[in-house]
């Protein structure tokens, strides 16, 4: 059995409230910007760490990059693999990120090249990073493509822009420990 799950980080389908996948700091209907708040205070959950750390023979993230490669040979190793399988696949969402829909695959890779959304799969237990950004990005340059974080790049909200890399850096360490075990 494989589950996929097309992560857009919110509820988009009943207008774009805040969900457990969705970034901190992001404006949404349900978590507004304005003068008592920066958006969702609690970070994103992982959700195919927590799936992975339950023992599912396969998890795999990825988005749509490229030639698509990666997620071709994640979801062939998800049908085949036997026993449960799980994909996450980063899927942006024009409206309720705020960005233009023919900038999809530049907000997709500078979600990769950023480590917000790393792409590593898990098999039996073993995980492995399936690419790792030649020059890691600053995570602003990922931000700064989305409408929902256009409050964090006016002036005075600089240490919110600190706080996501930070978040992001730890994630991204934790990820690279796991696959070098």
């Known amino acids: 059995m494989v589950y996929v799950c097309y992560d857009n980080g919110a509820y988009m389908n009943t207008g774009i409230q805040r969900s457990s996948a969705t970034p901190r700091f992001a404006d949404t209907t349900t978590t507004p910007v304005g003068s008592q708040s920066n958006g969702k205070m609690q970070s994103r959950k992982d959700l195919a760490s927590i799936i992975a750390e339950h023992n599912v023979a396969y998890v795999g993230q990825t988005t749509m990059i490229g030639n698509f490669s990666d997620i071709h040979k994640k ?107």
């Open 75 to 181: 979801a062939e190793k998800a049908i085949y693999t036997e026993g449960a399988s799980f994909l996450n696949i980063l899927t942006p969402c024009p409206r309720g990120w705020r960005y233009e829909t023919a900038d999809i695959m530049k907000i997709c890779k500078l979600a990769v090249e950023t480590c917000y959304w790393p792409m590593f799969e898990v098999e039996h237990g073993k995980w492995r990073l399936t690419y790792e950004p030649k020059k890691k990005l600053p995570i602003e340059d990922f931000l700064r493509e989305q409408g929902r974080f256009k409050h964090l790049f006016k002036p005075g909200n600089e240490d919110l822009i600190v706080q996501f890399q930070e978040e992001v850096d730890k994630r991204w360490e934790e990820l690279q420990y796991k696959c070098a075990r």
